[in-house]
């Protein structure tokens, strides 16, 4: 029994040993897992959620006139749009946190978002005219805003991102930008304009399809408002092409497709629904013109 009991107890040690060492792999890997260790899901955590924040719109259902009953069915339908919109933006704040530069929100979220709401807040106003007295105005209720840092009581991280939410909210949309820019450099003289060829050539060209030469007999009822149409057109492409070689160099892989092209593209887009509808109050309504609608980049 003397000698017995030494195996035994080497044995027992030697258990204790390995069940110990065991505990202390676990409690590193636990401690790893606590210490921050990226997860591989792709669910976003509630920190994600709450660095981001959010991103928050005008209602428009409040601020429109009775609804004529034809026009209720479609109203309904462009409401819920502006909803899924929102929805959609917001996942897309969650999706690129950390990419691009300081004005990425701006420039591929929230101005994009606001194309899209002043195109879907147009036809609303459209289907209410067509039997009642069309809202004004309601373009106002298009630009969202970017509640940054969460939910209030966050703490100073709360605070810091209500800084950069104001600071994004402050920038300028891409066209005012781009006009902006544009005024700016009539008194700029001409080595500015050296520079500007240079980075124009750097930057390359913006081509989008032609629209006039796709549409059908105009009515003369509708000829002005065409006209006009068209001409934004152009004055978006021209402000499109600025913006490029204004922000060459800027961004990622992305940068180009996701503030300016993008955007531009939601621009011609509502743009040629306004064409679209005023040929078809006087005559049939062109169809498949959306298709015009996307530009691409040459090099």
Do not use: H, W
């Not at 921050?36 to 669910?43: D, L, R, V």
């Amino acid at each position: 029994m003397s000698r017995a009991l030494p195996k035994y107890n080497k044995r027992r040690v030697a258990i204790i040993g390995g069940a110990a060492a065991v505990a202390l792999t676990g409690a590193i890997v636990a401690g790893t897992a606590l210490a921050g260790e990226t997860s591989k899901s792709s669910t976003p955590t509630a920190r994600t959620l709450a660095d981001v924040g959010s991103i928050t719109c005008p209602d428009v259902a409040p601020q429109l006139p009775a609804i004529p009953a034809t026009a209720q069915a479609e109203i309904d339908r462009n409401l819920a749009l502006l909803q899924t919109q929102i929805d959609e933006a917001n996942k897309r704040l969650v999706d690129t946190v950390g990419q691009g530069g300081p004005n990425f929100v701006q420039n591929a979220i929230l101005g994009p978002l606001e194309d899209k709401r002043i195109a879907t807040v147009n036809r609303i106003a459209t289907a209410i005219g067509r039997t009642a007295d069309k809202p004004q105005g309601l373009d106002a209720l298009a630009p969202c805003t970017l509640n940054a840092g969460g939910a209030a009581g966050a703490g100073e991280e709360a605070g810091a991102g209500e800084e950069a939410g104001a600071g994004a909210g402050a920038e300028a949309t891409p066209s005012e930008a781009a006009s902006e820019a544009a005024g700016g450099a009539e008194d700029t003289g001409n080595a500015e304009g050296a520079g500007d060829a240079g980075g124009a050539a750097a930057a390359g060209a913006i081509s989008c399809p032609d629209v006039a030469s796709q549409l059908p007999a105009i009515p003369a009822t509708a000829q002005a408002e065409v006209d006009r149409n068209l001409a934004l057109l152009n004055t978006q492409l021209a402000e499109a092409n600025k913006r490029l070689v204004d922000t060459v160099g800027q961004g990622g892989p992305n940068f180009v497709q996701n503030a300016i092209l993008g955007p531009l593209a939601d621009k011609r887009k509502s743009t040629i629904d306004r064409i679209a509808i005023s040929i078809g109050r006087t005559a049939e309504k062109p169809q498949g013109l959306d298709s015009l609608a996307a530009c691409t980049l040459t090099k």
